[in-house]
Structure formats: C-alpha cells, structure tokens
C-alpha cells in the first residue's frame, strides 16, 4: 500500500474516546495513516437519534479499516422496544460491512499468567482462537412480541456454514505454519436439540477434507463451556455459530484475567474493509479518569494492521512493544493484583509507543 490507508475511527462511548485516542498516538508513531473519526452508538443516538447513521455506515464502507472503541452505557439502556440502543450500531455496522467472520485470539501474556482465575499449571500453554460466524444465527433472524409471547428465530444456510468454517480451518492453517505442530478446529454445536447445528456440523464435515491437514472435532456448546476451564491448553480454533461464540469468546477471554487485553477483528470478503475492537466494553464506571487499560486497542489496532492492511511487521513490532512493557511490570489497575501498583492509561500508552 503506497498511499497512508484511510483509517475511520469510532471512539464510541465510554472509555472508548480515550483508548482510541492512544490508539491513534500509537498509530501516528508507527507510520502515515489518514483518519477520519466518526460517531457510532450511544453518542450518535444523543446527535441524530439513531446509533448508525446511513453516512457513517458508508464512510465506514469507503475506508481501508475501522478501528472502533465500545459502545453503550446506562444512559442508553432501556427495555422500550421503540428505543433507539447503542448495540444496533455495532450489529447495523456487522450487517452493512458484511462482516461475518470474528475472530477472537486469546493467549494469556506471559507476564500476566498469574492474573488468571485459573490455576497456573491448568493456564499455562493456552493459545485459542475463537473464531464466531457473525452475521446470520438468531442474532438476525426473525424475531417478534405479540402480546404475551415473544420470538427469535435462528436461521443458517449452507452458504453462511460453509464460508466461517473455510475461515477456521484456513486461521488453524495459518496458525500452525512453522510451529511444527498439527492444526487443529473444535466445532461447536448443539446438534442433539438444533436443526440448524445439525446442518453445522454436517457442512463442517463436508469442508474438512478440503483441509486434510487440519484435525477436527465436534464438540457441543456445553460440553464446550465446561472443556474451556478444566483444559483449555489443548484448544487450537473453535468455529462457533453467532450466540455460541459470543458466549464461548467471553468465557475464553476470562481465562486470562485480563478482559481488558484481547482484542478482536471481524472481517467480510477478500479485500473489503474489516472492523477491529477490543473485546471489552465501553466501561462507563471509569470513563473519564484516565485509567483504562488501551492495550485491548492497541492489539486490535495490531490485527487491523495484519489483518485489515498487510501490513505483518508493524503489527509484531505493537505486539511485542506491549508484552515488553508488561515484561517491565507496568499495569493498569485492571491488570494491577491486590498490592502492586498501577499507572494510568498515558502512561502505559507513552510506555509501549517508546518501545516499538
Ligand atoms: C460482542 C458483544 C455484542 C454481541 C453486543 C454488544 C451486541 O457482546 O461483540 O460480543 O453480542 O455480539
Ligand atoms: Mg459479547
């Protein structure tokens, strides 16, 4: 890419605004970036009534990559169903993008092994990445409230199955290259109740000799919840449908101990713009303090670079400046254990931005 890529900012709500503020410092550091910041959620309902706004929705189209903080907060929450809430914005940004693979990575910094709510001997090792369809399952299906009674429908096509599972077994491909070790993809169903896993786990299994090398297995979704906390060393990539992945990509970010580490990319088709953000919310109990954790942001901005622009060496050269800095013993009150003691948010924003 010879011109500076355009890049839309979408702060958010929230701590958002100040994580992609380093972010952007960040950026500015590495290299030539044109940015154009943009209102999405909570904010743009507050300005024009809705939480995406049909040109943002097309800016965001237009661009090389968003880079987006968190959206919502209590301001905005509310049981009307006419009510305008800032989570359509991100649902309505997956939809228009055609944003349907999410990835989530979850390896616990080294430094940060301690931080886990699980026992370091069962942490140590894990390296997953969830991999969740994103623009089809019940989260878009038809839905409905009629009177006493309310529904959501889950829908999947062959099409939508078999476009995520390429995806997971490609990432489990791509992961693998040079380790010496055997990919490996986890498919999540709940195929002994859903119709729509049944179907899942059939087209997964009509992709996989596509991909002789990559081992693969069924689990489903409960089994899943359970395997991820007694054993989640031996998971490589879990394919998941919508609802399943958003649940299981919580629950994997938790192993760490650091939701406030992870990061995330969803990606459309080949050559359009991708969407990256961290995987924790807009926190608003601490917005405006000065103490939130961008490291969240500053990995996503690393898969924008990799993912969303090509570009592999600035995002390692991220990656390890934030890894040397935790090496260092720099934490945010996040990450801080009970007694250690914490620095705020341009602070270990300066720390990693000297480092690279
Ligand atoms: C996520 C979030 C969203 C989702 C919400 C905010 C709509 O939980 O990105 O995981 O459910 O997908
Ligand atoms: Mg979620």
């Not at 410092?25 to 943009?38: Q, T, Y």
């Not at 989260?139 to 078999?162: K, L, N, P, Q, W």
């Not at 996040?334 to 007694?339: C, P, Y």
Request: glycine share 12%.
């Amino acid at each position: 890419m010879s011109e500076a890529p355009c890049i839309v900012l979408l702060p958010g709500d929230g701590i958002g605004p100040e994580i992609v503020g380093a972010a952007r410092r960040l950026l500015e550091a590495l290299g030539e970036f044109k940015f154009s910041e943009e209102l999405m959620g909570g904010c743009s309902i507050d300005a024009h009534g809705t939480a995406l706004t049909d040109a943002v929705l097309e800016t965001c189209r237009g661009a090389d990559a968003v880079l987006l903080g968190a959206v919502g907060g209590p301001k905005w929450d509310t049981t009307d169903p006419d009510a305008p809430r800032p989570e359509q914005g991100l649902l309505g940004l997956r939809k228009g993008m055609g944003l349907y693979a999410n990835l989530r990575p979850v390896r616990p910094s080294p430094a940060l092994v301690g931080a886990s709510p699980l026992r370091p001997d069962v942490i140590v090792g894990t390296d997953l990445l969830v991999v969740r369809e994103l623009t089809g399952g019940i989260y878009f299906g038809d839905s409905g409230r009629d009177g006493d009674t309310a529904h959501d429908t889950c829908e999947y096509s062959v099409t939508e199955i078999e476009r995520i599972a390429r995806v997971g077994f490609e990432a489990a491909r791509r992961r693998a290259a040079g380790s010496g070790s055997k990919p490996r993809v986890t498919s999540v169903d709940k195929a002994n109740v859903l119709v729509t896993s049944r179907l899942w786990r059939e087209v997964v299994g009509r992709v996989a000799p596509d991909y002789p090398d990559v081992e693969l297995d069924h689990l489903l979704v409960d089994n899943a919840a359970m395997q991820l906390v007694s054993r989640p060393a031996d998971f490589d990539v879990i394919v998941t449908e919508n609802l399943f992945g958003d649940i299981l990509s919580d629950e994997s970010a938790m192993l760490t101990g650091s939701l406030g580490m992870l990061p995330s990319a969803s990606l459309g088709a080949d050559g359009d713009p991708g969407l990256f953000e961290p995987v924790h919310g807009s926190a608003p109990d601490i917005a405006g303090q000065g103490i939130a954790n961008p490291l969240a942001t500053f990995l996503s901005a690393a898969m924008m670079l990799r993912h969303g622009l090509d570009r592999a060496d600035e995002a390692a050269r991220i990656e390890s400046a934030v890894d040397a800095v935790l090496e260092r013993g720099l934490r945010t009150p996040d990450l801080a254990a009970a007694g250690e003691s914490a620095v705020g948010s341009d602070e270990i924003a300066d720390a990693v931005i000297a480092s690279l």
